[in-house]
């Protein structure tokens, strides 16, 4: 599904300590792309993160994301909104501990009327053997595959990392994003991959670079390299 940020600011602050910290930002991704959203901290990347993802509200300007247009949504909608479109994957995993991961996953499933086939999703995370155990008995990068089949089993159109390797091994974190291309590759879903590491760009099919909370380069990646050929 193509995404359209129209014209974004955002303010912190107010009176004198006011601050823009996103200074009308323009842009699209298009329907099944991988876009990574890189800058340094407090370049603004991961707020126009949660405000594409309906988790802080613009000043001004709206995200466009196919018959949803957030400009002036209540509450209601905009849970509507997240509901319908999309998923989240975060630093840190944020499962709940007395459920299996199977059972973390599938939480997510009552949301939507025509889920992904749980068995399925579960090979593909490379999960399978692991579906009755819980949180505390995996690794970082199998709890990290239990937060992207959260994510993902509600096949929305749009789905959104902040950080997702960042607390990871380089090892573990290639894997990881072996996994989102593979994922990609899959399930056509959009992504939006917020990171530091300029290295991950080179996997995107597009890079919005972020600095002081405005867009100061929009690429398309005509040449992208594999996950498993990511080096840093």
Known sequence: ?????????????????????????????????????L???????????????????????CI?????????????????YRRNNLGFVFQFYNL????????NI?????LTKEPLEINELLATLGLSEHKDKFPNQLSGGQQQRCAIGRA?????????FDEPTGALDYKTSKEILGLIEKINQKYHNTMIIVTH??????????????????????????????????EW
């Open 64 to 80: 466009d994301i196919g018959e949803f247009c957030t400009d002036n949504m209540s509450e209601k909608e905009l849970a509507n």
């Open 1 to 37: 599904m193509r995404l359209k940020v129209n014209d974004v600011h955002k303010f912190y602050g107010q009176g004198e300590s006011r601050i823009e910290v996103l200074k009308g930002i323009d842009c699209e991704v298009q329907d099944g792309e991988i876009c990574v959203l």
């Open 152 to 160: 993902l089993i509600k096949n929305p159109p749009l789905l959104l």
């Open 106 to 110: 599938e939480v997510c499933a009552y």
């Open 39 to 61: 800058g340094p901290s407090g370049s603004g990347k991961s707020t126009l993160l949660n405000i594409i993802g309906g988790l802080e509200s613009a000043d001004s300007g």
């Open 197 to 230: 590491n300029q290295m991950i760009a080179q996997m995107a099919d597009r890079v919005l670079k972020l600095r002081d909370g405005v867009i100061v380069s929009n690429m398309v990646n005509t040449n992208k390299t594999p996950a498993c050929d990511l």
């Open 96 to 103: 709940i501990p007395n459920l299996t991961i199977k059972e």
